[in-house]
């Protein structure tokens, strides 16, 4: 199969639900391809780590989407996302990161392990209740959902009533970091990132009139402490710590579920000796990346892989196939969390490397213990059901049976 066609199996229904075979139909062709005039796609571990910590490969920021989309102004969904710091580049970059990651500090992180734990309690008891008698449960509404909202509305100071609210929206929003979308799924995207605007604007509003200690007061007093952040980059802020805080780490939990429920073996050891937690969840990470691509654009000629991407090139980083690189995981396609030196790319590298990492570890590190201790009989309990999406991999609807808790 030559480069294109196994490009087009991956963009197709079918490789968007399961991209590993095209991964390897593309990887066939070396660690970086050209899939079409100007694109580049990378398979290879060492390259796209690489790619990500170049100075020269740039996110495609405001200035840079001029050039491509002229009106992505009028795109609610576009300019939530492009004024983030996830899309702007050095020195505005580390300016809006350097205000968000105050929050994001060891100390901060450990101090909500309590919270999690808590929450992880009470979702299993609703499991429990609800999955009595063998009905089953759908785990992506009941736990995988719930908990990483929950925990990121505590840091954002969202009060719990509002959270249900957040579902439907990002899931909208978060269509626009797909390769390809539609003039459809765009407008869909947009009503979303739409509700999340009036959301945090009001937000902002009630925080500015009585500040407390979350994260939105102090990015509210980084406002208006001068000119450090513009109200504009305020909202794309708290838009984007909602959608990269949840959606992925939903992703995580349920991804991360499926395989261990289709590994007893590995699940009973993690169920005795919940100390491997760390290793078993940077396995899950690797195995199944939540997040299976990001782009770049490289702003000069980079070479790499022995291949020459030209300046302007776009370029598509696939993390999850660098996940299953066999010259840097023997056997990648074998779920194994005794490997030495992990490492995996799901949380990116790099300047834009994923602020809220350790967090989500710290959540999948309680969630799953606590789950395989506390329902040791966890089982499927029905057909798994994939969403179609390529960036945020993840389980529409994951039915699990409870047996009886301990
Ligand atoms: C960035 C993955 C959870 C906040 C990223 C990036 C990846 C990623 C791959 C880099 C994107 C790029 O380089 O283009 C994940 C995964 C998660 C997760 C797989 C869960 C399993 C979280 C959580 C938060 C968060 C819980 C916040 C509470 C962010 C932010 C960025 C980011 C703010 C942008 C950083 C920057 O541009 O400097 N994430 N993430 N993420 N993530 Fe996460």
Known sequence: ?????????????????????????????????????????VTGHAEADELLRDARVRVLDEHLRDGVLPNWRESPAVSSIARSMLRTNPPDHSRLRRLAAGAFTPRRINAMREVIEAQTDELIDAMTTA?????????????????????????????????????RWTADLTGILEPEIT?????????????????????????????????????????????????????????????????????????????????????????????????????LLRFDSPVQLTTRLNAESVRLGGVEVPAGSWILLLLGAANRD??????????????AQLNPLSFGAGPHYCLGAALARLEAQVAFPALLRRLPALALGGQLRRRIRLTLRGYDHLPVTVG???
């Open 131 to 167: 999955g009595r008698g063998g009905a089953p449960v759908d785990f992506m509404a009941e736990f995988a959902y719930p908990l990483p909202v929950g925990v990121i509305c505590e840091l954002l100071g969202v009060p719990a009533d509002d959270r249900t609210l957040f579902r």
């Open 1 to 41: 199969m030559d480069v294109a066609e196994a490009f087009a199996s991956l963009m197709s229904p079918d490789g968007r639900v399961d991209p590993y075979p095209a991964y390897e139909r593309l990887r066939a062709h070396g660690p970086i391809v050209q899939t079409g005039p100007g694109v580049y796609a």
């Open 326 to 339: 066999p010259r840097r995981y023997p056997r990648p396609e074998q779920f194994d969390p005794w490997r």
């Open 404 to 406: 009886e808790p301990l």
């Open 183 to 283: 003039a459809a799924e765009l407008a869909v995207a947009d009503a979303g990132a739409a509700e999340l605007r009036a959301y945090f604007t009001e937000l902002v509003a009630t925080r500015r009139r009585r500040p407390t200690d979350d994260l939105t007061t102090a990015l509210v007093q980084a406002h208006e402490a001068g000119d450090r952040l513009s109200g504009d980059e305020l909202l794309a802020n708290l838009v984007i710590l909602l959608v990269a805080g949840f959606e992925t780490t939903t992703n995580l939990l349920g991804n991360g579920l499926a395989v261990l429920l289709a590994h007893p073996r590995a699940a009973d050891v993690l169920r005795q000796h919940p100390q491997h937690a760390p290793a078993y969840v940077d396995e």
